[in-house]
């Protein structure tokens, strides 16, 4: 039986697609540095704790697992410290694209399923992108993707394999049954960031723009929940068995909102007020940016189950007073 391998699969998302990947009968093996990943978020798969530039392990796990496709996550994604240290964002996610792929040129591995981001985008005319959208990323976190997406449109027109590239607009939310989550320290994501506030690890939450051209000023984004964007994952994985063709999707729902309303969200699941502090504009960040998801729709018979805010917000809400119960000392219990 062949086997999925998937990179950074004890991460945020990666760790979503390998419990649905299982729950479907797939055999997974994962390649994961645990730089920002957790052992404990690969449930039931094989680990092994490497590098994805490393290749003579990717090759050997490429040999001895019979792997037929790549779903690649392994990737930095702050996007402020790609601006910072942009090297490190295009060595992590461009050179270590390029090194996973010429393992899968040398073990004949022709099914590719990458992790790209709406930051391919940049500024758009009317803050909707679709896939025919120009890409013009304002940092190097998007261009390090972009990148990597232009050498797999390279290598898939040689007929040496098919892809499946993924535009990830805002992922949020946590397995509904609360067995993995997002753990990720020092995060900038606003979910993230509200629900550590409306735990108390964090004593208050900014507004990052208040003078936008959107209803109530603030920026406006599009949140996906992230079990229906695993789904879109296997949705690709059948869809590039089936033998079908090499393609660009984004993933989202289509809709958004502003960051107002996502606090008001968090206030509603946590049941007490935020405290908010308004600040200016965060650099580098857009008024609005909501995907047209059309194509996802129509090429993998793709729907989502999970859009609703409230219910999204409930899930991250929930994973955050898990992560808090774990942080608390047995000791310090009364
Ligand atoms: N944001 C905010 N406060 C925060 C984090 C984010 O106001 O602590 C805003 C940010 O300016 C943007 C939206 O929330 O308008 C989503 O930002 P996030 O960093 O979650 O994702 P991005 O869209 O930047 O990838």
């Known amino acids: 039986m062949n086997t999925v391998l998937v990179t950074g699969g004890a991460g945020y998302i990666g760790s979503h697609v390998v419990q649905q990947l299982l729950e479907q009968g ?17 449930r039931g798969a094989d680990l092994v704790v490497g590098n994805v530039g490393d290749l003579d392990l990717v090759g050997q796990v490429m040999a001895a697992h019979h792997v037929d496709a790549v779903l690649h996550f392994a990737a930095h994604t702050i996007v402020p410290e790609s601006v910072c240290d942009p090297l490190k964002y295009y060595g992590n996610n461009t050179c270590n ?8 040129a040398e073990h004949g591995v022709e099914k590719f399923i990458f992790s790209s981001t709406a930051a391919v985008y940049g500024m758009t005319d009317n803050g ?11 940092n190097p ?3 390090s993707k972009l990148m990597s997406e232009t050498m ?18 805002n992922v949020a939310g946590c397995d509904p049954q609360g067995r993995i989550g997002h753990s990720t320290p020092n995060a900038t994501l606003l979910i993230k960031v509200c629900c550590e506030h409306a735990v108390g690890i964090r004593e208050s939450l900014s507004i990052f723009g208040t003078d936008y051209n ?24 059948d869809h590039l068995r089936g033998g079908g063709d090499s393609q660009t999707l984004n993933c989202g729902y289509g809709h958004g909102y502003s960051v107002r309303e996502v606090i008001d969200a968090v206030a509603r699941a946590g049941g007490k007020p935020l405290n908010v502090i308004e600040l200016p504009r965060r650099p580098g960040d857009l008024p609005m940016l909501i995907a047209c998801s059309d194509r996802l729709k129509r090429v993998l018979d793709w729907q989502p ?23 608390v000392p047995l000791s310090s219990v009364a």
């Open 214 to 237: 959107t209803p109530d000023g603030t920026g406006v984004r599009d949140y996906i929940h992230v079990d229906d964007l695993a789904a879109a994952h296997l949705r690709a994985l």
């Open 97 to 104: 694209t390029r090194n996973l792929l010429a393992c899968c």
């Open 141 to 143: 976190y998007g261009t």
């Open 128 to 138: 909707i992108a679709d896939e025919d959208t120009p890409t013009k990323p304002i």
């Open 26 to 42: 797939e055999r997974v093996v994962v390649i994961d540095n645990l730089s920002t990943g957790f052992r404990e978020a690969v």
């Open 152 to 169: 797999l449109r390279d290598h898939s027109a040689t007929g040496a394999m098919r892809h499946v590239i993924l535009r990830y607009f």
């Open 305 to 327: 189950h999970y859009d609703d805010l409230d219910f999204i917000v409930g899930t991250a809400l929930r994973w955050e007073q898990q992560l808090l119960c774990k942080r």
